[in-house]
Structures are given as C-alpha cells and as structure tokens.
C-alpha cells in the first residue's frame, strides 16, 4: 500500500517561512514525479510545484516562483517544499502527490496516481 504523509503546517505571519515535508512508503520510491498541490477555502485545488526523480527538473506555478522552493531526499523517501515570504493568499490545505507512472506529467491533478491527506497552512496578516 502507498502511503504519503504531510507535516509541517501551521500558522505563520505574513512574510515568515514554513518547511513542509511528505514522506512515503517505499512503494512510491520509484516515483516519476511528486508534487505539491493546495486548495483554499471555497477554491479548487491547485498545482503548486513539482519535482522530477532526479532533481534535476522542477515546476512551479506562477505566484510561488522565487519563493518556494521544493526539494527532494530520496534515502529518506522525502519531499520538502521550503516556502518563504509567505503571504495570506498562500493559505490552504497543502497536499503532496506521487506520480509512478511513466512520463513526467506534472501539473494536473490527474497526473497523479497517490496522494497525502493533506496539511494546513494558514498566513495572517
């Protein structure tokens, strides 16, 4: 069975920093892609960023570019997504996914094969 877990969340002034992190069962270690997704309140749930098996290709949407940052440690089944300079706007569910099919597909929900349950971030003004 493939597990993913998010931690990390919380609650943060507007302009602090928050690291979170998903870790998974072994299962998806042969991952493709895996992605961060969030979805706010009353909004559907949107693409974030992403990261290729090898790290050597990442994505990010628009309104987080220069401030987020994902990464990956594969000896610890683990991906980070550091986010900086955090704003009220990027308050949400934030919810990582795995992709192990072939091809690296990442910006769509339907890309994904597993995903986490979630973990909230809340920024205050």
């Known amino acids: 069975q493939v597990q993913l877990v998010e931690s990390g969340g919380g609650l943060v002034q507007a302009g602090g920093s928050l690291r979170l992190s998903c870790t998974f069962s072994?299962?998806?270690?042969?991952?493709?892609?895996m992605g961060w997704f969030r979805q706010a309140p009353g909004k559907e749930r949107e693409f974030v960023a992403a990261i290729s098996r090898s790290g050597s290709r990442t994505y990010y949407q628009d309104s987080v570019e220069g401030r987020f940052t994902i990464s990956g440690d594969n000896a610890k089944n683990t991906v980070y997504l550091q986010m900086n300079s955090l704003k009220p706007e990027d308050t949400a569910v934030y919810y990582c996914a795995a992709r192990v099919r072939l091809g690296v597909y990442y910006s769509s929900e339907s890309n994904y094969d597993y995903w986490g349950q979630g973990t909230q971030v809340t920024v205050s003004s």
């Open positions: 072994e299962r998806a270690a042969g991952y493709y892609v």
